[in-house]
Every structure is written in C-alpha cells, then in structure tokens.
T-cell receptor, first 111, second 116 residues
Framework: QKEVEQNSGPLSVPEGAIASLNCTYS??????FFWYRQYSGKSPELIMS????GDKEDGRFTAQLNKASQYVSLLIRDSQPSDSATYLC???????????FGTGTSLTVIP | SAVISQKPSRDICQRGTSLTIQCQVD?????MFWYRQQPGQSLTLIAT?????????ESGFVIDKFPISRPNLTFSTLTVSNMSPEDSSIYLC?????????????FGPGTRLTVL
C-alpha cells in the first residue's frame, strides 16, 4: 500500500506570515513529488514539482524534499488571502505515471 | 500545459441510468487518467486510459461499472453505469504533461455528478 499522509488542518495563518504544509510518504522508491492547490469547487492546479533532495523555490513557494526521511513540504512566504485553499501532496512512485494523493491540508489566510 | 475540457460540467441523474463524461485535450498526450473526488475527500484514481489498449482499472473499480474509451491521443470518455446515489461525486480527467514531462499530471475542470 503506497500511502501519502498530510495533516488535514485546517491551518490558519495571518496575512504576510509563512504557511508550512507537510507530507510524508511510505514508498521509499518514490521519485517525483508534486504540490497541487485546489480552490473550493475547482479542480487541482499544479503549483510545484520536486525531484531531488533539498529546496526548490518558485516565487513565494518553496518545496523541500528529504528522501531519507520520506518527507516533502511546501512553504508559502508572505501568505495572501488568495492562498486560502486545500493543498494536495502527490507522489509518483515510479515511471508508471500513477499518482498517489494525500487527503489535503486546508489553509486559511486571515486578512 | 495542455488545455483540458470536460463535458458535461455538471449533471443530475436518476438512479439506474448511465452518464458518459467526455474529456478533450488540445494536444496529443500519452496518458489520460480518470479520478473521482467525493465531497471533502482527496482524489481516487479510477483508471488509466491508454490509446489503443484496454484501460487499466484500480482496485475497487471495474469495467462494467466504469467503461472507458480512448479512441485517439486527445480524447477519452468515462461512463458511469447503473448509477446509485453513492456515485455522486466529482469526476476529473487528467493528462500527462506531454513531451518532456510525462510524469506530471494536469487536471480538467471536472464533472459534478449528483444521483437522485
């Protein structure tokens, strides 16, 4: 069973703060990791992908991967109310394109 | 990324009927996927649709209930057969990222299905 676990939240942060979202996965052989943002009533939108240990930055978003600890996180700096959404962690264990999704973390940024 | 459309965007159906959902992509993709997302839940993969071969179904999903077609590299359909209220859900089509990023998935807007 390939599992992806996230804290369901809800996570609330004040506007301008850093939001930290965490994800752990069970398949040690996993190679590709993704963060999706899903607004209420909308479909998931890809915001970050990461493949190597360390940090990857894209604007206000930073993805962090630690394969030894089987842990991937997403940091959102200078959080804005428009960042309020559910964030889904997804893991691709191999080249078969099958994704495993976490249950998502609900984030609310308070103005 | 590819532009993905789904039809219908939403529907309300009677128990025992069937609904076919269409997924259209504006570019050729190798892999197309069908997911279900029940209220307040994460995404569950139903099946992977490959052009020119039978769809591959995940545990708990069968072809008789969810027949899938993939006639070409830009189009797929998912049929929800003999519906019951438990089939009420959002059904999402996704595609791989195409050349150079086949391990990425992009989602269509979804079909919101309500079964009475």
């Amino acid at each position: 069973q390939k599992e992806v676990e996230q804290n369901s939240g809800p996570l609330s942060v004040p506007e301008g703060a850093i939001a930290s979202l965490n994800c752990t996965y069970s398949d040690r052989g996993s190679q590709s990791f993704f963060w999706y943002r899903q607004y209420s009533g909308k479909s998931p939108e890809l915001i970050m992908s990461i493949y190597s240990n360390g940090d990857k930055e894209d604007g206000r978003f930073t993805a962090q991967l630690n394969k030894a600890s089987q842990y991937v996180s997403l940091l959102i700096r200078d959080s804005q109310p428009s960042d309020s959404a559910t964030y889904l962690c997804a893991v691709n264990p191999d080249t078969g394109n099958q994704f495993y999704f976490g249950t998502g973390t609900s984030l609310t940024v308070i103005p | 990324s590819a532009v993905i459309s789904q039809k219908p965007s939403r529907d309300i159906c009677q128990r025992g009927t069937s609904l076919t959902i269409q997924c259209q992509v504006d570019s050729q993709v190798t892999m197309m996927f069908w997911y279900r997302q029940q209220p307040g839940q994460s995404l569950t993969l139903i099946a992977t649709a490959n052009q020119g071969s039978e769809a591959t179904y995940e545990s708990g999903f069968v072809i008789d209930k969810f027949p899938i077609s993939r006639p070409n590299l830009t189009f797929s359909t998912l049929t929800v057969s003999n519906m019951s209220p438990e089939d009420s859900s959002i059904y999402l089509c996704s595609v791989d990222g195409g050349r150079g990023s086949t391990d990425t998935q992009y989602f269509g807007p979804g079909t919101r299905l309500t079964v009475l």
